[in-house]
């Protein structure tokens, strides 16, 4: 076979790059699936994603179904008669009925070098741990989260100052890669896919607001990675004086304060230094509630009594 009728799964617009990719193949699109619109803005107003704006500025048929569960929904994708379906953060699982429609399989493109980082969250699962390395895992979907076989993999060095927005463009656009230079030869059956290995797996669960407040107990290499993988959301948030402060960047020391965590310590020419259950966290870039961001030194500049004040004391980090 080779051009499969495929099916494109996706909503953000690093998803894009698979898609153009698959375009680049000139496999054909029989439909592409995105989530629904969200509200967006202080109006609230509806807006299409990524995916679903540039798919109907191409002219494929588009479908947001807010269910994949529903019988209609199954019938549906039976009716496209699709040879494989292609995700790339789509944002909701397939049933099994899905999985067994196509006769080539659902293949994910998936951020992480699996079975490490399985999972609704694997980049700021990578960036959190300190990983030296991180990849990209083009495999084939089975029942179980992130278990399927894998077709082919990249591996990609960090140099430990990454954050989640630019490392998730960076590998998707090295899964599109994957996609181009294997998929060919997976659809022709010269490609199979190997079982994961069963030591190393690692399950990313799905970020709350909650996992943003510091924790000023843990190390400051913990924190500082903290800023780092939880942007844009859910950020890593503290209070200063009960007002809600984003800590947006930082950077770590490793001098000892005789203080309890929280504690603001000393004002750096480059920011605020905190104490945390091991050495220090400057923040170098923050943001009070209501207020632009703004760097570290001026916001201390524009605090009465700066140093000794506690932060997460009062309820502006909740």
Known sequence: ???????FMGTPAFSLHVLQAIERLGWPIASVYTVPDSPAGRGRVLRPTAVKAYAEARGYPVLTPESLRAAEEVDRLRSL???????????KLLPPEWLATPPLGCLNVHPSLLPRHRGAVPVPATILAGDAETGVSLMVMDAGMDTGPVVAQARVPLRGDERAPELTDRLFRLGADLLLTHGPA??????????QPSEGATVSR?????????????????????????????GAVTSCRGRKL?????????????APPGTVVALRKDGIAVATGDGLL???????EGRNPVAGADFARGQRDMEGAVLGEGSGSN
């Open 1 to 7: 076979m080779q051009s499969p009728r495929t099916v």
């Open 81 to 91: 008669q699709p040879d494989l379906v292609v995700l790339a953060a789509y944002g």
């Open 186 to 195: 997976y659809v022709a059956g010269k490609l199979p896919p190997e079982p």
């Open 206 to 234: 799905r970020l709350k607001r909650e996992h943003g407040v510091i924790d000023w107990t843990k190390p400051a290499v913990v924190l500082e990675r903290q800023t780092r993988a939880y942007d844009p959301w859910p």
């Open 246 to 258: 984003d800590v947006l960047e930082a950077r770590v020391e490793a001098e000892r304060a005789d």
């Open 282 to 288: 400057v923040l170098r870039r923050v943001r009070l």
